[in-house]
């Protein structure tokens, strides 16, 4: 069996897998695991379309983040509902990653990395020192979880399958946006923006756009994280955040779909689970992610391609030597 | 009318002036070869006139409108293509991927995120005709990365061909290739309809000197000589450059 005709009963099982974990998973706790790996893995994806597909390597995306969920919780603790919190939430990281687009394109490569950090670390400073709106160190309380339909989130398989359902639809946006026209001119300005420009697209906007997806699919997870968590705090919107991301990327691999969700699991798998094992769990995360890059420097989902295409035809040419003998040597 | 005019364009880089007071008035259907020894600001005159440099001073006109302020990236809507000295094409992409890039360019379907781009049967069917007509169609779904020099150079001329350009600008499109594939880039060339004007720097006098209506010769930023074939051979200043005092 090759790859492409595997790929497709992978998907159909991954599928039910997903839609039947809470049942085979049964326990509360992993099942709200799940949850935070789903809700990274679209933090991911969203930072994908920057890292992978445009050549824009952000460290400042905790900072979008945040502000979602900043934006939705103070809504929501002035007293609005959670229709008006989640609207404000998109429409304010959408606006945010416009100021960052504006700001951060005046530059690429670790030029705009630098000044994604920046900005991150603003978002951070503000959350942190504006105590008198964000609360400060000690954060933002939700009290609630929304009921959209009348269907209630409080509980672990809910919030779940509502999660699911969010990040299925991220997963189906990317695979169209990356099949795209606007796709594959996104891809184009990353390896030869120039050529690009001579072609006559116009290469900032293109990135500009990119930095808009980008940030509203961020900004979706940053209100995920909230109403999964309940609670925000400047810790959110720290360096560690932006990092612990791009690690996610870059780990399950750039510029693929399955790659930033494989990081995202092995990151939060490592941070709630292992981490109950192990005390220095930080050195294993260390060590698989030294592993990976050595390895399969593409990513972890790249390499296991590669691997797997490997062995295949390692196994198809051990095969033929056996055939061709039973052709050319009749048996006595 | 004129197909590309340029009046006293000027560019310094500090205290360097690359391009000083150049003036060129190519005519429809014309094919212009620039040369010049190297450092004589061949390709800057290019990118001055496709807009990736912007000049000190001087206009550029393209079909007689004045482009000298029309931003580099608005110019292939306007009817300007270019090719690159140094092949700069889309190496994890397929050939016919490469064209449908410089095809998307300039469609408005480059901003549509939510259309599958294998489904524009329209637009792949022109890249396909685009790759035919250069000789590349057998191999249009082969990964450029598996192609080989001569090939890539074919791809640059296509893509800038499916752009349909009233005016085209080739950067030494005979650069690096072998005598058999310099003779088929040539032959690619003279099939260009006379519809596209095509103005082409090139060092290499056996495979260019034929091609070219007029020449124009540049030495250290200005136009020394310009006249057809003969009269810039018999030149005794083109001599002089080339061959010294």
């Given at each position: 069996m090759n790859w492409r005709s595997a790929r497709t009963p992978a998907i159909v099982l991954a599928l039910v897998a997903l839609a039947t974990l809470p049942i085979w998973v049964g326990n509360p706790y992993y099942i709200n695991v799940s949850s935070q790996i789903l809700l990274f893995a679209v933090f991911a994806l969203a930072l994908n379309v920057l890292v992978g597909y445009g050549g824009l390597v952000s460290l400042g995306h905790a900072g979008l983040f945040a502000m979602a969920g900043y934006a939705a919780a103070l809504m929501l603790q002035a007293g609005y509902g959670h229709l008006a919190a989640i609207l404000t939430g998109l429409l304010v990281v959408l606006a945010s990653a416009a100021v960052f687009g504006l700001l951060a394109l005046r530059s690429?490569?670790?030029?705009?990395?630098?000044?994604?950090?920046?900005?991150?670390?603003?978002?951070?400073?503000?959350?942190?020192?504006?105590?008198?709106?964000?609360?400060?160190?000690?954060?933002?309380?939700?009290?609630?979880?929304?009921?959209?339909?009348?269907?209630?989130?409080?509980?672990?398989?809910?919030?779940?399958?509502?999660?699911?359902?969010?990040?299925?639809?991220?997963?189906?946006?990317?695979?169209?946006?990356?099949?795209?026209?606007?796709?594959?001119?996104?891809?184009?300005?990353?390896?030869?923006?120039?050529?690009?420009?001579a072609l006559g697209y116009n290469v900032w906007l293109i990135r500009f756009v990119a930095i808009l997806f980008s940030g509203l699919w961020t900004g979706v997870s940053g209100l995920l994280f909230?109403?999964?968590?309940?609670?925000?705090?400047?810790?959110?919107?720290?360096?560690?955040?932006?990092?612990?991301?791009?690690?996610?990327?870059?780990?399950?691999?750039?510029?693929?779909?399955?790659?930033?969700i494989a990081g995202a699991a092995i990151v939060v798998i490592m941070k709630n689970v292992v981490s109950a094992y192990i005390e220095r769990w930080n050195l294993v995360l260390g060590v698989i992610f030294v592993a990976i890059i050595t390895f399969m420097p593409e990513g972890l989902v790249p390499g296991i391609v590669r691997f797997w295409k490997l062995g295949w035809r390692a196994f198809r040419e051990r095969r033929a030597p056996a055939a061709l003998r039973n052709v050319v040597e009749p048996p006595p | 009318?004129?197909?590309?005019?340029?009046?006293?364009?000027?560019?310094?880089?500090?205290?360097?002036?690359?391009?000083?007071?150049?003036?060129?008035?190519?005519?429809?259907?014309?094919?212009?070869?620039?040369?010049?020894?190297?450092?004589?600001?061949?390709?800057?005159?290019?990118?001055?006139?496709?807009?990736?440099?912007?000049?000190?001073?001087?206009?550029?006109?393209?079909?007689?409108?004045?482009?000298?302020?029309?931003?580099?990236?608005?110019?292939?809507?306007?009817?300007?293509a270019r090719t690159y000295q140094i092949i700069t094409l889309f190496p994890r992409d397929t050939i016919v991927r490469n064209v449908t890039l410089a095809l998307l360019g300039l469609s408005p379907?480059?901003?549509?995120?939510?259309?599958?781009?294998?489904?524009?049967?329209?637009?792949t069917e022109r890249a396909h005709a685009a790759l035919a007509r250069i000789g590349l169609s057998h191999i249009a779904k082969r990964p450029l990365a598996q192609t080989s020099y001569g090939e890539r150079r074919r791809v640059e001329i296509a893509m800038a061909l499916a752009q349909n350009p009233k005016v085209l600008l080739l950067d030494e499109p005979f650069a690096g290739l072998s005598i058999d594939e310099r003779r088929d880039i040539k032959q690619l060339l003279?099939?260009?309809?006379?519809?596209?004007?095509?103005?082409?720097?090139?060092?290499?006098?056996?495979?260019?000197?034929?091609?070219?209506?007029?020449?124009?010769?540049?030495?250290?930023?200005?136009?020394?000589?310009?006249?057809?074939?003969?009269?810039?051979?018999?030149?005794?200043?083109?001599?002089?450059?080339?061959?010294?005092?």
């Open positions: 690429t490569g670790i030029g705009f990395l630098m000044i994604t950090l920046a900005l991150g670390q603003i978002v951070w400073g503000i959350a942190y020192r504006w105590a008198s709106l964000t609360n400060g160190d000690n954060g933002v309380n939700v009290p609630t979880r929304p009921a959209p339909f009348g269907l209630v989130l409080s509980n672990a398989p809910a919030f779940y399958y509502a999660t699911l359902l969010i990040f299925l639809l991220c997963v189906g946006t990317m695979m169209l946006f990356v099949r795209s026209p606007f796709g594959a001119s996104l891809r184009g300005t990353r390896d030869q923006a120039r050529r690009m420009n909230l109403y999964y968590n309940q609670f925000i705090s400047p810790q959110v919107a720290a360096l560690q955040t932006s990092a612990e991301a791009l690690l996610m990327v870059i780990s399950g691999g750039t510029a693929t779909l399955l790659g930033p | 009318m004129t197909a590309l005019r340029v009046e006293r364009l000027s560019k310094s880089f500090g205290g360097l002036r690359v391009t000083s007071n150049v003036n060129l008035a190519v005519e429809p259907g014309e094919r212009r070869l620039i040369i010049g020894p190297n450092g004589a600001g061949k390709t800057t005159l290019f990118n001055l006139i496709t807009g990736e440099l912007k000049p000190d001073g001087g206009a550029i006109y393209l079909l007689d409108r004045d482009i000298t302020r029309v931003p580099s990236r608005s110019r292939p809507h306007l009817g300007m379907l480059r901003w549509s995120p939510f259309v599958d781009i294998d489904r524009q049967h329209e637009l003279l099939e260009i309809p006379r519809e596209v004007t095509i103005v082409m720097i090139e060092h290499n006098m056996d495979v260019a000197l034929d091609f070219a209506d007029k020449i124009t010769l540049l030495h250290f930023g200005e136009v020394i000589v310009e006249g057809t074939r003969a009269e810039v051979v018999d030149d005794p200043r083109t001599r002089e450059v080339y061959l010294g005092a």
